[in-house]
């Protein structure tokens, strides 16, 4: 069979299509478009695409589960079941990250990661902070089987982070100059707008928060003071309806920024004194 014939059979949005050959048969997306006709599959390959096929067509299942990594600030990462997919929006955080940490840099900076999961956000930033050995990287989780995903990410990554097994900031005994948080924030009532693949697979520890999605926030608010040095920044990444909500959580004791994505759409909060 050639490869151009299972490529045209699909009923997969073409990405994916491409993502699934790009797995199997080791294609990058020039060859995929330009040598396709000319590709002969194996039985094997045939069967493998067939198997990714279903699993992803009829069931929804995720590709990312399915390969087992996804990748995020052009970096590749380990995920599971136990832990969300990275979403690209996310990476607006790390940059706005980036930005308050870089001016910090030259001394002693302590950042913290509440809700790590994989641990893409902590991992990719103390990929852009490598060179800057007084830059100091803790992450944390309630999940157990995230933070192990996120350990092997780090190694694998070269990465010095300090994990942390604690809910918010139940176990965590020191101040950070830069604390960053992605915590679930999807209200019960927003599933009926939610992906059949991310409601069947993803963990809903990691989805849905009480009080139409504000309830970490909430939290948050409660303690961060006992957490932030002066001077230092908190980051929160917002459905796009919950900005305002969040940012009035903070307004009365601190300043509050609300920052858009590339769509408009607002999905950072950024505290600070």
């Not at 010095?160 to 999807?186: G, H, T």
């Not at 019960?188 to 999605?213: R, W």
Request: hydrophobic fraction near 40%.
């Amino acid at each position: 069979m050639k490869l151009s014939e299972w490529r045209l059979a699909s009923k997969l949005p073409k990405h994916e299509t491409d993502m699934i050959i790009e797995y199997v048969c080791g294609l990058n997306k020039l060859h995929i478009v330009l040598d396709s006709s000319k590709y002969e599959l194996s039985d094997c390959q045939t069967r493998e695409l067939n198997r990714i096929y279903f699993e992803r067509y009829e069931r929804k299942y995720p590709l990312q589960y399915i390969f087992g990594y996804a990748f995020f600030d052009d970096l590749k990462f380990k995920v599971t079941p136990d832990v969300l997919i990275p979403r690209q929006d996310t990476e607006l955080i790390v940059q706005k990250a980036t930005e308050c940490i870089a001016p910090l840099a030259h001394r002693e900076v302590n950042v913290l990661d509440l809700c790590t999961g994989s641990g893409c956000i902590a991992i990719s930033l103390a990929n852009r902070f490598r060179n800057f050995p007084a830059v100091n990287f803790y992450a944390s989780d309630i999940s157990e089987k995230a933070l192990k995903v996120a350990k092997e990410n780090a190694s694998t990554l070269n990465t010095d982070i300090d994990f942390i097994y604690s809910d918010l900031f139940d176990k965590i005994d020191r101040s950070f100059d830069v604390i960053i948080s992605n915590p679930p924030y999807i209200s019960l009532s927003e599933k009926c707008f939610m992906s059949e693949d991310t409601l069947k697979f993803e963990p809903e520890i990691a989805l849905y928060g009480a009080n139409d999605g504000l309830e970490f926030y909430i939290r948050i608010a409660d303690n961060y003071k006992n957490f932030l040095n002066t001077g230092g920044h908190l980051l929160l990444e917002v459905g796009f309806k919950q900005a305002e909500a969040v940012a009035d959580l903070f307004r009365e004791i601190s300043k509050t920024e609300i920052i858009k994505d590339i769509s408009g759409h607002c999905r950072v909060v950024h505290v600070f004194n």
